[in-house]
């Protein structure tokens, strides 16, 4: 238990009224109002020398700040300021605030009693500046800040996060922040906010060499990568994916592409075929960023003459459909949707000079955007159905995901349209 607190001879502290114990003085002083010091009072409402805080073990004592009140009790304590008011803390959760400096931490002082957490196993008290939260398999750990804010905005410990395991600790560079938690972190950092990491993807980064990796701080929560299996997390200097095919893979570089719809496709969603297309990709370490989508009325293009489908050779009608390019940066890449080409292909990879881009019917597979995107970004045909450049049609793709060979993955980091995050 922690030593009491000597303090200068106490000085009458601010009183409040309570009507309710004229009823238990003597018929003498029935209409007398007494006056009890808030603390005395929430002492009373816990029950006393009989409930379980026990006597006391001081006086009503003043804060080093000479402005807030405390009394220790056997198994616990009650602290008032008058911006609070005057809560309990005891246990484990009073010897961590007590470790920290109590009210001169940058917790400040209670403003709740010891409460029980919604799952029924924690406890918790919140402080002017944090909280502290204890559970029976972590112990108790502060938790403040913008990463308690990140914290509580994705469900407190009922989160995937689950309770803290340390204190908000100094990262080794001296610039960030974290909070280690059962299920994850939070990291923070003044230029990137606070975000959390966690599953293989924070067991990667934490391979790496944490925030001093070449990576960086996050700048992003773990997302679902299109609605499919895949998961990324964002960092200063690069992305970390993973998913169930894959694994964790770092992604350095990303291509940033557009969607033109002059038909919607209907074998497979565009959802579908970017998240195909980004497992694949991630073998080569790139990020695919899906950045606009737009509808364009051309009917006259839904099924768009591509000759014969040769780089370097393009028709008047693929010159019409690759001038869309509302929303696209120069090195950006396009891919249109068609109801068919002529002749009818999967999709074609022939672009006009400067319009990076592709045509995909709405009945391709769900190989064929990257596939077609692989054309653009300077790779060939290949006669191996395991491989994503397959010349055999992508329906015939075995052994999914489809393989990117080292000279592929070569090709496509310098083919200068995949550019450095």
Not at 128 to 150: D, F, K, L, M
Request: net charge neutral.
């Amino acid at each position: 238990m922690a030593k009491a607190r000597k303090t200068p001879e106490e000085k009458p502290g601010p009183v409040i009224t309570n009507p309710a114990i004229s009823a238990a003085v003597s018929s003498a002083t029935a209409n007398t109002i007494l006056q009890i010091h808030p603390i005395t009072a929430k002492y009373w409402s816990l029950g006393g020398a009989s409930g379980w805080l026990g006597t006391n073990t001081t006086g009503i004592l003043t804060c080093p700040d000479g402005i807030g009140k405390y009394q220790h009790y056997v198994n616990g304590s009650i602290y008032w300021h008058h911006a609070t008011g005057a809560h309990e803390v005891h246990g484990l959760i009073r010897a961590r605030w007590s470790s920290m400096g109590w009210e001169r931490s940058l917790l400040g002082y209670p403003i709740t009693d010891e409460t029980k957490t919604p799952d029924g196993t924690g406890r918790y008290n919140h402080f002017q500046g944090g909280s502290i939260y204890w559970h029976p398999s972590t112990g108790a750990w502060e938790v403040h800040g913008s990463i308690r804010n990140r914290w509580a905005s994705l469900g407190w410990e009922k989160s995937f996060l689950g309770y803290p395991l340390t204190n908000e600790t100094k990262t080794p560079d001296g610039a960030g922040r974290y909070n280690h938690f059962q299920g994850g972190s939070i990291y923070w950092h003044p230029t990137t906010g606070a975000w959390e990491v966690h599953g293989a993807i924070r067991d990667h980064w934490a391979s790496l060499g944490w925030e001093r990796s070449v990576l960086g701080y996050p700048v992003s929560n773990e997302e679902v990568v299109f609605g499919g299996a895949g998961r990324i997390s964002h960092f200063q200097k690069g992305s970390i994916y993973w998913s169930p095919t894959q694994g964790a893979r770092v992604l350095r570089q990303f291509v940033r592409v557009h969607v033109k719809q002059l038909v919607a496709p209907i074998s497979f969603t565009l959802n579908e075929q970017f998240a195909a297309m980004q497992d694949v990709y991630a073998t080569a370490g790139i990020r695919v960023d899906w950045s606009t989508t737009e509808n364009l009325s051309l009917s006259t293009l839904e099924d768009v003459d591509v000759g014969g489908c040769t780089m370097g050779s393009v028709t008047a009608e693929q010159i019409t459909l690759f001038g869309n390019r509302n929303f696209v940066g120069t090195n950006d890449l396009v891919v249109y949707y068609v109801r068919s080409t002529v002749p009818g292909y999967n999709g074609c990879a022939a672009h006009p000079s400067g319009r990076p881009g592709c045509v995909v019917v709405r009945t391709a597979s769900r190989w064929t955007l990257g596939h077609e995107f692989g054309h653009v970004l300077g790779i060939h045909h290949v006669n191996n159905n395991n491989r994503l450049m397959t010349g055999n049609g992508t329906f015939n793709i075995t052994n999914p995901p489809p393989d990117l060979v080292n000279t592929e993955v070569t090709a496509l980091l310098n083919s200068g349209l995949s550019r450095l995050i």
